[in-house]
């Protein structure tokens, strides 16, 4: 929380790992979004629809009904139009802080929702002619809805902790990370290509677009603050299903070898093998886990369900060996803090994007895919066309649909303390354990 409003800053990292998943941030509304919501406050007669309210605003909040892609043909127009929008509400004298000594959720009346209420009619999430009162009713619990989604929190419409701290951000901080992200949405004003897979790094997760719409859409991890993913555009070139997984050498010497220290069967149990340069394995008892330098051999991974990659690696040109790929750890798309890799991406439903991948490839339908992986076989696959695929961090935008959204400054970029996921040893050191995660990475 800024300083400015008198209050200390806050952990971004805790206020993450508290949240659920980013599953409507493509309904949530901003002030200029003709929605659902607005047409059930505005319709005649409105009484009819008071007892069907708080469904339908559920309903809305956690269904993506949007095919709109983030790099969409008025995504810079309209964040152009969100900065304008901000600026006046920052002349204005921005909006209220909200503190309240209760839990604020529907049937709660208190006089801090009067602040609530205000600070939601200004970002536009709840209209005003729903006005100002002590009570929590079901148009604050749309509101609230629309506001935790366009920010990817949990729309659940109750005003926990975290939603608070991330409503108290000022509105002055809010337009300087508009602003800065029209200079990145400005360098990607030029032809994508009619298909493109986008990765937007802060939100974590990823587009497959063609012809201006979004095909299928994934959840993502991506790399961590100690070692993140990397901004690139790129192409992707290849698909291998049951891939075999090569450790990086920063994996080898800060994760597997202290794992090895500890359980000499480890690598056994990973089916890993140790290969020297002729290709020739060497047996893991013959090396002297103590020594102070790893060994100079190649940790590979056998296919199959324990592989770091489960099913599948998809590879695009790029100096960093990095890569996307499937995972045997599904749990971690459960999680709103997906930022816990080495830098490579996982990805949800992995076998959807292959085959949109794969779709100018012959021989390889979806149900060729699916027969390659139950054989167990490596099997890489060039494709027939490469594909563009964009790494990149944007935190603020307003895509084709005009809603505005804001994600957290996960690599500490924006340039505003209080928008950077702050460092916590705790988190950094689960994220990198191999053990605990299936060799991710």
């Known amino acids: 929380m800024s300083k400015k409003n008198g209050t200390d800053a806050?952990?971004?990292?805790?206020?993450?790992?508290?949240?659920a998943a980013?599953?409507?941030?493509?309904?949530?509304?901003?002030?200029?979004?003709?929605?659902?919501?607005?047409?059930?406050i505005k319709a005649p007669r409105r009484g009819v629809w008071d007892d069907q309210f708080d469904a339908k605003a559920s309903r809305s909040a956690t269904a993506v009904v949007s095919n709109n892609p983030i790099f969409g043909p008025d995504t810079l127009l309209n964040t152009?139009?969100?900065?304008?929008?901000?600026?006046?509400?920052?002349?204005?004298?921005?909006?209220?802080?909200?503190?309240?000594?209760?839990?604020?959720?529907?049937?709660?009346?208190?006089?801090?929702v009067q602040a609530l209420?205000?600070?939601?009619?200004?970002?536009?999430?709840?209209?005003?002619?729903a006005g100002i009162s002590n009570?929590?009713?079901?148009?604050?619990?749309?509101?609230?809805?629309?506001?935790q989604a366009r920010h990817g929190l949990p729309a659940d419409g109750v005003l926990g902790e975290y939603s608070v701290k991330a409503i108290n951000i000022a509105a002055d901080v809010r337009l300087g990370q508009l602003n800065t992200n029209i200079v990145r949405l400005q360098s990607m004003s030029g032809d994508l290509g009619g298909r493109y897979v986008m990765v937007n790094i802060p939100a974590a997760y990823i587009e497959a677009v063609e012809n201006g719409r979004?095909?299928?859409r994934h959840k993502?991890?991506?790399?961590?603050?100690?070692?993140?993913?990397?901004?690139?555009?790129?192409?992707?070139?290849?698909?291998?299903?049951?891939?075999?997984?090569?450790?990086?050498?920063?994996?080898?010497?800060?994760?597997?070898?202290?794992?090895?220290?500890?359980?000499?069967e480890y690598l056994k149990k990973n089916a890993i093998r140790l290969l020297d340069g002729q290709g020739n394995e060497v047996a893991p008892e013959t090396i002297d886990w103590n020594a102070e330098k790893a060994p100079n051999l190649m940790f590979r991974q056998d296919p199959g369900k324990i592989n770091a990659m489960a099913s599948t690696k998809i590879n695009f040109h790029n100096p960093n060996n990095e890569y996307m790929h499937d995972t045997p750890s599904q749990g971690l798309f459960n999680k709103l803090a997906r930022f816990e890799s080495s830098g490579c991406v996982r990805v949800q439903n992995v076998r959807d994007l292959t085959t949109w991948l794969l779709r100018d490839t012959p021989g390889w339908s979806r149900q060729q895919i699916e027969a390659a992986i139950r054989a167990g076989q490596n099997s890489p696959i060039t494709l027939a066309v490469e594909v563009p695929v964009y790494f990149k961090y944007i935190t603020a935008w307003a895509a084709t649909d005009g809603i505005v959204q804001f994600r957290d400054d996960i690599y500490e970029?924006?340039?505003?303390?209080?928008?950077?996921?702050?460092?916590?040893?705790?988190?950094?050191?689960?994220?990198?354990?191999?053990?605990?995660?299936n060799l991710p990475q």
């Open 214 to 216: 979004v095909a299928t």
């Open 10 to 19: 806050f952990s971004r990292r805790s206020f993450l790992r508290s949240a």
């Open 135 to 147: 009570s929590f009713d079901s148009y604050v619990d749309g509101a609230v809805k629309r506001f």
């Open 80 to 112: 152009q139009n969100a900065v304008a929008q901000y600026q006046q509400i920052v002349s204005a004298g921005g909006w209220p802080q909200v503190n309240s000594p209760v839990r604020l959720e529907m049937g709660v009346s208190d006089p801090s």
């Open 220 to 264: 993502a991890v991506v790399g961590r603050l100690s070692r993140p993913t990397h901004i690139i555009n790129s192409k992707i070139y290849e698909v291998i299903l049951n891939p075999y997984w090569t450790a990086p050498r920063s994996i080898i010497e800060k994760d597997i070898v202290p794992l090895m220290r500890k359980d000499p």
């Open 22 to 40: 980013f599953g409507a941030a493509t309904w949530a509304g901003g002030a200029m979004a003709q929605d659902a919501l607005d047409e059930i």
């Open 117 to 129: 209420r205000q600070r939601l009619i200004i970002s536009g999430d709840l209209p005003r002619s």
């Open 413 to 437: 970029m924006d340039g505003e303390q209080e928008l950077a996921l702050q460092t916590t040893t705790g988190i950094e050191q689960a994220a990198g354990s191999i053990e605990r995660e």
